[in-house]
Nanobody
Framework: QVQLVESGGGLVQAGGSLRLSCAAS????????MGWFRQAPGKEREFVAS????????RYTDSVKGRFAISRDNAKNTVYLQMNSLKPEDTAVYYC???????????????????WGQGTQVTVSS
């Protein structure tokens, strides 16, 4: 089992920045690819970014490329999402997730992730 707890969300003006953290506990965190997803009111949960278990490969949805960066610190069992140049359309609950099985790359599909945090709210005002 992997337990995940997100933090770092909040209210920010458009153009501002936030850094989300996801603290993991349980089985070998460093062996799992990680992802960030978000869900806005009335919409389905969507992929934001993923990071391979080695940390060498990243993927981003087109709308956040060049603005968001995913990273991990295995010594701290934590994955981060640095969000810059935030826009009102980035407003959502953000979830971190760990892949179902270890030693694979990141994925854009929610079905590939077996462990989820409780989410953290990000609100961007215009």
């Amino acid at each position: 089992q992997v337990q995940l707890v997100e933090s770092g969300g909040g209210l920010v003006q458009a153009g501002g920045s936030l850094r989300l953290s996801c603290a993991a506990s349980g089985r070998s965190f460093s062996n799992y690819a990680m992802g960030w997803f978000r869900q806005a009111p009335g919409k389905e949960r969507e992929f934001v970014a993923s990071l391979s278990w080695t940390g060498s490969n990243t993927r981003y949805t087109d709308s956040v490329k060049g603005r968001f960066a995913i990273s991990r610190d295995n010594a701290k069992n934590t994955v981060y999402l640095q969000m810059n140049s935030l826009k009102p359309e980035d407003t959502a609950v953000y979830y971190c997730a760990a892949k179902r099985v270890p030693y694979y790359g990141g994925s854009t599909s929610t079905d590939d992730y077996g462990y989820w945090g409780q989410g953290t709210q990000v609100t961007v005002s215009s």
